[in-house]
């Protein structure tokens, strides 16, 4: 492949725009947390952890850590003006109750009836680890996706069936890779975006589902960060 | 006259059983109440049941009860944390048992158990392999799991500050599990940095009330 793919940040920015002003929003851990970097441009979202946090701010200057205010991923972060504190039978009402408007979630695998698969592997070496994300799989309004189209080793993320544990079934509503923007639905996969230069074939063959396209397909063009 | 105050740590965990369920709070390190589960340690009860949501990281607090073999089962939603390696190394050698919760029904479960209810429908795991062998019911078109309410024989919770009443506000995110811990156990037993008197307290700012507690003792710093 010749074409440049997206950064991660262009990835988490792509993320962004999708985000309405006023948004609750959960961030799962690893590259969605990105996506709290990027959003701005006069909107207000109010950022939720699930260990009880509505209103986090960004990380605090070396030396300024506070332990005991800390995200999902165990880092320390602060304390938006706003912001409040509440507990975890409480946080997690906020994720299964349907009151957090968007989730950004990482995977390593999503089907086309948008299963989501991101807690487990087949790898027996690791105790089964699952955290929140079933709650928040099943309760987000909306779950959007973002992933790397393919393993480090080529093999696709976007499947008809996945082959590891479910997470939860029928979720999915948009994936966003270094490739392309993608729409799951009752008609499968649907590419809305796709980075510039790359051709349908080209991405069909690093999908393990067919592909349909929208009418007329966006182009990502990565910024160079 | 109520006053739930204890002079020490030992004294807070004194009775504990061999073979209780011990509901420990935290996320990640905080809101962990290390003291009192080292008071534990020292106290010396076995073959115990721990509900937490970490399996504890190095050498402190729920990773040093399983280093030292007191630990039968736990039940908690993410074992995997860095630095987890005694929960890791126990449980590849088959000596600890694991019951997986997803997170929000980990505490839901607490919390049924100290609301009085006999369990719950949830959609959380009801596609997943944490749903075999538990009831399955179509609610609203969409399938739930039931899920059994976890009543613990003790609660160690980490606070901020308490009255003798047993009155509770947290720290920060510190907070996390120990509300509903707190409510879901026979025997309530938390540390807090500070006692107040009782009247220093916001009532409109009080998190736990103190009917939910039994013991307070207090570790500074």
């Known amino acids: 492949m ?68 800390i995200n999902a991923g165990k880092q320390p972060v602060t304390l938006a003006t706003g912001g409040c504190y509440f507990h975890h039978t409480d946080s ?71 082959s590891y544990p479910l997470t939860a079934a029928a979720v999915v509503h948009r994936v966003y890779t270094e490739l392309a923007v993608i729409d799951v639905g009752p008609a499968g996969f649907v590419v809305r975006e796709m980075v510039a230069g790359l051709s349908r074939e080209e991405l069909q063959q690093r999908t393990a589902a067919p592909l349909g396209f929208a009418d007329e397909v966006g182009v990502l063009v990565p910024s160079g960060r | 006259m109520i006053d739930k105050r204890v002079a020490s740590l030992a004294d807070a965990v004194e009775g504990v059983a061999d073979g209780a369920i011990v509901l420990v709070g935290g996320f990640g390190a ?11 340690l020292e106290q010396g009860a076995r073959d115990l049941t721990i509900v937490t949501n970490n399996a504890g990281a ?54 049924a158990a100290g609301a009085g209810l006999g369990g719950f429908f ?4 009801a596609d997943s392999l944490l749903s075999r062998g538990k009831e399955i019911r ?19 919770v980490k606070a901020e500050r308490a009255d003798r009443w047993g009155n509770l506000v947290y720290n920060k995110a510190a907070r996390n599990f120990g509300p509903t811990m707190a ?34 003792v207090e570790v500074a710093g």
């Open chain 2, 138 to 156: 179509v609610i609203a078109g969409r399938r739930h799991v039931f899920e059994e309410p976890l009543q613990g024989d003790v609660a160690l």
């Open chain 1, 92 to 162: 997690f009402m906020m994720m299964r109750g349907g009151h957090i408007d968007v989730t950004v979630l990482g995977a390593f695998q999503v089907s086309e009836r948008g299963d989501l698969a991101n807690w487990a592997t087949d790898d027996a070496h690791l105790p089964p680890a699952v955290g929140g994300a079933m709650d928040l799989a099943v309760g987000a309004k909306r779950v959007l996706v973002l992933m790397m189209h393919t393993t480090p080793d080529g093999r696709p993320k976007l499947l008809q069936e996945c």
């Open chain 2, 122 to 125: 949830t959609p959380a795991g």
């Open chain 2, 183 to 216: 409510t879901a156990a026979t025997l309530s037993v938390v540390q807090v940095r500070e006692f107040v008197e009782l009247g220093d307290l916001d009532p409109e700012a009080v998190v736990t009330p103190g009917i939910f507690v039994d013991r307070v």
């Open chain 1, 2 to 69: 010749t074409v440049a793919p997206l950064s991660h940040a262009d990835m988490a920015a792509r993320v962004a725009q999708d985000i309405p002003d006023g948004s609750y929003v959960n961030l799962g851990i690893g590259m969605p947390t990105l996506v709290g970097d990027v959003v701005s441009d006069g909107k207000e979202i109010v950022f939720h952890s699930e260990n009880g946090i509505l209103g986090f701010g960004p990380a605090p200057a070396p030396g300024e850590e506070d332990w005991e205010l």
């Open chain 2, 30 to 40: 905080a809101g962990v109440p290390v003291e009192l589960v080292h008071a534990l």
């Open chain 2, 58 to 111: 190095g050498e402190t607090d729920v990773a040093a009860l399983i280093r030292e073999g007191r630990v039968r089962k736990i039940i908690c939603s993410y074992p995997r944390s860095a630095g987890s390696i005694w929960f890791e190394e126990f449980y590849r050698a088959g000596n600890i048992e694991l019951e997986l919760v997803p997170q929000g029904t980990l505490s839901e479960r607490m919390r």
